[in-house]
């Protein structure tokens, strides 16, 4: 009998909601990219809606919901830890509270509440869901675990075996020692926002030198050759303050935190640096270790700490492992997938449908898409300048034609990418060869630090071309070296590079908008069968220039989720200094639009209900 489950995460941050049936994903979004609020923590009600509809069925036709954790393992950690560092840590059991108590602890009622029915609820273990995540999706019918991450109920890392429709994990590292709270540490001390600055931590590092490693070693973490490792909680607040660091780490780190949207200094990229080397090493080490307890030649990866692709990439470069696969959606978001899998195949033992080598994420576009009728409906109501294209190359030569010219054009086709990274559904393009294209994409369309990277998107067959690398990476989540051929030399002296402007605009190899300051880069590969319009756009940006990269950034302004509707993309075009914006087979030029004004409306019945 065909079993359909509604997996949840929600109440800590980037909610979401997925459904699966019979081992099937359907769909899964996020929160966010209804409700317009990043990272949005709250219950998932248009994410678990989009999901019902996706399915065509009602709630009551649900066989089971599933929630990504375990609530009453959460509380037993946070009293636990207010007994410890009582009375010092009572600030931090106030704020813990209210979630605690007021949503965690009811959550039944508040499914109850939602879907107007009894349906089964099932609470799974945060790493379970992380590592469900990483295993069922993947091509491999057998294959080693790690999940990696702040922490979950107790556990901050697992190590684990996924064999069929069955996972095992063997070994976990509990809480307060935590690889991604102390990630988390260096994030807040670069005065970056923790839970979403970490991706600007791991932008930054390849500008510094890592002068602090060896005092994080001696003072902060106390690693073992099983890439087993314990936190000096002597240097980290997290437990019982409202900061993560403590004056001890001011004191060896030379004075203060950087204050947010202050100068970045050489200090700020030689922590980046330094951490990210030490994180590199555990990492290596868990993974070698993994490798040796299970014996088996491939991996999976889930957890926010997953979503490191630059440890990502030494990893794939050292060959501990012949294959890995990563969650896309790795983070929390990701949890509602994996628990939904995770009741299919353990819970009802639904058996895995293993597709030929490939995986069973669908290229993760699993969100919301829009019809041509509604993309119309939308540009005629508003009364907006448009052209429509519908033959697939007629539209993808004129897209890479304005590419070619230098025009910054926004994406929108198909369903939505399910994970932070924007895929070529929702994305802003640019031409790779033009050295200006990054600081112009940060400084007037992203509106964030000039000093981030953009990703190359490439096609699949041509990626050996640019970069050395030997396999797909279909999801971002792989960082490798520019092809030596390539590359331009530049002075290398790093005491000359505070004027980070100038340093971002050396031309680096003859794709130097996608070329980061240590000529790495973090590559999409295209393949036709996930993708074909944006495959086609790629091709015909060949057929062009003779290169087929295009930079691929997500659709979105600083402090914003990624677009989802019709109505998100044209303000994120008006807003922002993208020349072309594309939905689906229309285009619209920004010199032919209207003056633009706010919509206080702008959550549209279509979009919502």
Same mark, same amino acid.
């Given at each position: ?18 459904i699966?049936? +019979? ?19 709250? /219950? ?11 399915? /065509? %069925? ?6 089971a919901v ?26 931090? #059991? ?14 039944r009622?508040?499914?109850? =509440?939602?879907?107007g ?16 995540s ?15 991450d $702040?922490?979950?109920? #107790?556990?901050?890392?697992s190590?684990g075996?996924? =064999?069929?429709?069955? %996972? ?20 807040? /001390? ?18 510094g030198?890592p002068?602090y ?10 690693? *073992?050759?099983?890439?087993? /490792? ?9 437990? +019982? ?9 001011? =004191? ?15 200090r ?23 490798r ?7 991996l999976?990866?889930? $957890? ?7 440890a990502? $990439? ?6 501990i492992?012949?294959?890995? #696969? ?34 069973n994420?669908k290229?993760?576009?699993? $969100?919301?898409?829009?019809s ?17 294209i ?16 230098? =025009?910054?054009v926004?994406?929108?086709s ?5 994970g ?20 112009t ?12 990277p953009f ?22 989540? %792989?960082?490798?070296?520019?092809k030596?051929?390539?590359r331009?030399?530049?002075d290398?002296? *790093?005491?000359?590079n ?24 973090? %590559? ?18 060949k ?24 109505h ?25 639009q ?16």
């Open positions: 009998m065909s079993k359909t489950v509604l997996g949840i995460s929600a109440f800590y941050h980037d909610s979401a909601a997925a699966v049936r +019979d081992g099937e994903i359907l769909a899964a979004v996020q929160e966010e990219r209804f409700t317009r609020k990043k990272h949005d923590p709250d /219950f998932p009600k248009y994410a678990s809606n989009f999901c019902l509809e996706q399915a /065509f %069925i009602n709630p009551d036709e649900l066989d599933v929630y990504y954790e375990n609530p009453l393992l959460t509380l037993d950690r946070v009293v636990k830890n207010f007994l410890v560092t009582s009375p010092a840590g009572l600030e931090s #059991w106030r704020r813990a509270l209210p979630s605690l108590l007021g949503t965690k602890l009811q959550i009622k508040i499914v109850n =509440k939602f879907l029915e009894k349906v089964p609820l099932i609470f799974s273990e945060h790493h379970f869901s992380h590592a469900a990483a295993f069922y999706p993947s091509p491999f019918q057998e294959s080693a675990i790690l999940t990696l $702040g922490v979950g109920e #107790w556990a901050t890392t190590l075996v996924g =064999k069929g429709n069955t %996972i095992s994990l063997l070994k976990e590292i509990q809480y307060p020692h935590s690889l991604g709270l102390l990630y988390s540490a260096f994030t807040y /001390f670069c005065g970056f926002k923790v839970n979403s600055g970490e991706y600007k931590l791991m932008g930054l590092a390849p500008y030198t002068k490693a060896k005092k994080i070693r001696d003072h902060l973490i106390d690693m *073992k050759s099983d890439g087993s /490792f314990q936190l000096n909680l002597d240097y980290f607040g997290y437990l +019982d303050t409202n900061f993560m660091t403590t004056a001890g780490f001011k =004191k060896i780190f030379g004075g203060p935190p950087r204050l947010p949207e202050s100068p970045i200094t050489r700020e990229m030689d922590l980046a640096s330094s951490i990210q080397v030490v994180l590199e090493e555990v990492i290596d080490s868990l993974a070698q270790h993994v040796k307890v299970t014996g088996l030649r491939r999976v990866m889930a $957890g926010g700490v997953a979503l490191n692709c630059v990502n $990439g030494k990893i794939l470069s050292k060959g492992f012949d294959q890995f #696969w990563i969650q896309p959606a790795a983070g929390d978001a990701g949890g509602a997938l994996g628990a939904a899998l995770l009741a299919s195949h353990q819970y009802f033992d639904i058996p895995r449908n293993i597709k030929g080598g490939r995986d994420q290229g993760s576009f699993l $969100g919301p898409a829009y041509s009728q509604e993309v119309k409906a939308y540009l005629k109501r508003y009364n907006l300048p448009h052209i429509q519908a033959d697939r190359r007629n539209r993808a030569e004129t897209i890479a034609e304005a590419l070619a010219s230098g =025009k910054i926004g994406y929108m198909g369903r939505m990418e399910f932070p990274r924007s895929l070529g559904a929702r994305s802003i393009l640019g031409d790779p060869r033009n050295v200006k294209t990054q600081s994409m940060n400084l007037k369309i992203k509106f964030r630090e000039s000093f981030r990703a190359p998107s490439v096609i699949l067959e041509d990626v050996e071309e640019y970069f050395d690398l030997k396999t797909e990476s279909p999801y971002m989540l %792989i960082v490798a070296p520019v030596e051929s390539r331009i030399p530049i290398g002296n *790093k005491d000359n505070e004027d980070m402007i100038k340093v971002i605009n050396q031309t680096r190899s003859d794709i130097p908008a996608v070329t980061h300051v240590d000529y790495s880069a973090r %590559i999409q590969t295209v393949n036709q069968k996930d993708n074909p319009d944006f495959y086609e756009i790629l091709q015909a940006f057929r062009q220039t003779g290169f087929g990269v295009l930079v691929n950034t997500s659709f979105n302004v600083r402090g914003e989720p990624i677009a989802c509707s019709p998100d993309s044209y303000t994120c075009f008006m807003r922002s200094q993208i020349d072309l914006l594309i939905m689906g087979e229309f285009l619209l030029k920004k010199d032919a209207p003056n633009y004004k706010e919509q206080d409306d702008w959550r549209e019945e279509y979009e919502l209900d």
